[in-house]
């Protein structure tokens, strides 16, 4: 599980520019409107052999100019509780504004790792003018220009030898042990579903190292299988911070997320599928994990024949073109269909597992291949030769053909489909890659 670095700053200093550069993401952010690109404002991250997950504050801060200081202010204060190192962005070219104090002022109080990073500084003028920044009282500045990434070495040095080394959760007696993690946006039911599951058999064995101090591991035995449920719902006071509820979330389910096998997102069926839902979602297929979908409060909505069906089809248009996932219909409350859950959890852990023999792969696969070859490029005919499945955690496939780098995304997603007609991968993402034969 990586460490989150968080980026914060007033608008328009280039957080995104930054978050863009850190993450090689070359596809300019400029506009604030949610919902224009899914999951922009995470990201991974990796120098010197540490992999980090990179977030930009900035994306969330919504409203007019007058609402902007106190946004900021509860990014910032969220940062601080949630991230492992913070990157402060502050801006050469208008010197210490109002806003850089206030910031920096909070910032003084955290015994995080906090780093000063003065952006637009491209020439020696400006070297010296990124003196000033010292004044807010932060230590030492890192001045960088993140559109051509001078600098921007020096600060991911100093960044790698602060960050905690990743955590070994588990002993390797243990690494079979599924993990199963509850997600989903706030009052959705998460915590009525783990006390239905954990009911008075519950037995905390271990908080998990590493994370936020309110992330529990709870070792659990249900269908003569072990598993651990990993419970991040409920743990927070509200009245502790006056709380970017988006943000929030965001943030503690990559925690939750990244150390799970088996995600399962939760939906309030009186709200439907929301873009919160989506991005819970959208970071579980990143990262590669499992999922369930569990509609709870199922037992308040006023059904008929086909409202199931409807909202099934609902949720798998939203999340397509990876909709081969289980969505199943409870009410936590009610202990409805609660075990059905953990059936499929155990299910989709076991795809996730799933290895196929090459000379299967090939059997099976080969025969649509020729039947339904990739598109000619300029007169170039692709020919694919040999698939095998790699060695890694979860299902990923490498097709060797003679001009891998002319396979578009349509047939990637036909080759998939073909895998996932002839082998159980539900509720698992995979990855194609194509090599060169």
Do not use: C
């Amino acid at each position: 599980m990586s460490n989150i670095v968080a980026i914060v700053g007033r608008p328009n200093v280039g957080k995104s520019q930054l978050f863009n550069r850190l993450t090689g993401q070359r596809k300019a952010i400029v506009d604030n409107e949610s919902g224009v690109t899914r999951d922009r404002h995470y990201g991974k991250s990796e120098w010197n052999g540490k992999e980090f997950t990179v977030i930009d504050t900035g994306g969330y801060i919504k409203g007019s100019d007058d609402v902007f200081e106190d946004e900021i202010r509860k990014q910032v204060e969220l940062a601080i509780d949630e991230a492992d190192a913070i990157f402060f962005i502050v801006d050469v070219e208008t010197g210490i504004m109002g806003l850089d104090k206030e910031v920096a002022s909070i910032l003084r109080k955290t015994k995080k790792p906090v780093f000063l990073v003065v952006n637009k500084v491209d020439n020696s003028k400006r070297q010296n003018d990124a003196l000033e920044f010292y004044n807010l009282g932060l230590g030492e500045i890192y001045p960088i220009s993140a559109i051509n990434g001078s600098g921007t070495g020096d600060l991911l040095d100093d960044l790698t030898k602060v960050l905690p080394e990743e955590s070994e959760i588990l002993d390797e007696t243990e690494s079979d042990v599924p993990k199963f993690t509850v997600v989903g946006r706030p009052n959705a039911g998460k915590s009525t579903l783990i006390n239905a599951l954990l009911g008075k058999e519950r037995h905390i064995v271990t908080d998990i190292a590493g994370t936020t101090r309110d992330t529990v591991a709870t070792r659990y035995n249900k269908f003569q299988q072990e598993f651990d449920l990993i419970d991040t719902a409920g743990i927070r006071r509200k009245n502790k911070v006056k709380e970017d509820i988006e943000f929030y979330s965001v943030m503690r389910a990559i925690r939750a997320i990244e150390y799970a096998d088996v995600v399962f997102l939760v939906v309030d069926a009186t709200r439907g599928f929301e873009s919160q839902d989506q991005k819970i979602f959208d970071l579980a297929r990143k990262n590669n994990k499992g999922v369930v979908i569990l509609v709870n409060k199922w037992d308040l909505i006023d059904k008929d024949t086909h409202t199931a069906k409807s909202f099934t089809e609902h949720i798998q248009k939203e999340i397509a073109p990876f909709n081969d996932v289980p969505i199943l219909f409870i009410s936590a409350k009610n202990k409805q269909r609660i075990f059905k859950a953990i059936e499929e959890g155990m299910h989709v852990f076991e795809n996730r597992k799933r290895k196929i023999k090459t000379s299967k792969l090939n059997e099976v696969l080969l025969p649509f291949v020729q039947q339904n070859p990739p598109p000619a490029h300029k007169g170039k005919y692709i020919k694919i030769k040999f698939i095998t499945q790699l060695p890694t955690h979860s299902p990923k496939f490498a097709f060797f053909a003679n001009l891998p780098q002319y396979v578009k995304d349509p047939y990637k997603r036909y080759l998939e489909n073909k895998l996932r007609e002839n082998f159980d991968f539900t509720g698992v993402p995979i990855e194609i890659y194509f090599r060169k034969k």
